[in-house]
T-cell receptor, first 111, second 110 residues
């Protein structure tokens, strides 16, 4: 069982759709992350939230919009995506020097 | 900046064989080091960690030692099983940022 829960597990969307990915953790971690992983590649950092404030944006295109409504939740809003945005999107959390705990990801396909 | 280099594989082994995956790093400061494992269709799971020089992380028969003098964190397992087939990532954490190696695909055959 993973302590970081991501929904949905799979998502297919068209290039004109708007959708959101959701992530939840109840470990009391105050840092939350979004990563993008293409097949057979390591995860690439997209965003980091620390104490509900955006602290790192790795030059991600504006069609990806993160949101951290509270210390347990992290969303990623998607709009006008391209087929090359198809990937596994991973959420993670950590506290201080603890390792990152990852969810099982949302497999996104953009058609 | 920080970076991690690991042997990319793929690596194919028979059951009960010895596994080594090499990992070296470049970092300023004193990062924590990790091995993560990713099974097919899943997210990343922490396999083991080491937070300072000479620390040995171990879990499920896997071991890795944080070697500052050689800037290495090689993963080893003495006798692999089919269930160890997965992608293994070496990673370095400095403050909030986790830097990954390229990943090594390991296939264990019965």
């Amino acid at each position: 069982d993973t302590e970081v829960t991501q929904t949905p597990k799979h998502l297919v969307m068209g290039m004109t759709n708007k959708k959101s990915l959701k992530c939840e953790q109840h470990m009391g971690h105050r840092a939350m992350y979004w990563y993008k992983q293409k097949a057979k590649k390591p995860p690439e950092l997209m965003f980091v939230y620390s104490y509900e404030k955006l602290s790192i944006n790795e030059s991600v295109p504006s069609r990806f919009s993160p949101e951290c409504p509270n210390s347990s939740l992290l969303n990623l809003h998607l709009h006008a995506l391209q087929p090359e945005d198809s990937a596994l999107y991973l959420c993670a959390s950590s506290q201080g020097n603890t390792p990152l705990h990852f969810g099982n990801g949302t497999r996104l396909t953009v058609t | 900046g920080n970076s991690v280099t690991q042997m990319e594989g793929p690596v194919t082994l028979s059951e009960e064989a010895f596994l080594t995956i090499n990992c070296t790093y470049t970092a300023t400061g004193y990062p924590s080091l990790f091995w993560y494992v990713q099974y097919p269709g899943e997210g990343l799971q922490l396999l083991l960690k080491a937070t300072k020089a000479d620390d040995k992380g171990s879990n499920k028969g896997f071991e890795a030692t944080y070697r500052k003098e050689t800037t290495s964190f090689h993963l080893e397992k003495g006798s692999v099983q089919v269930s160890d087939s997965a992608v293994y990532f070496c990673a370095l954490k400095d403050d909030y940022k986790l830097s990954f190696g390229a990943g090594t695909t390991v296939t264990v055959r019965a």
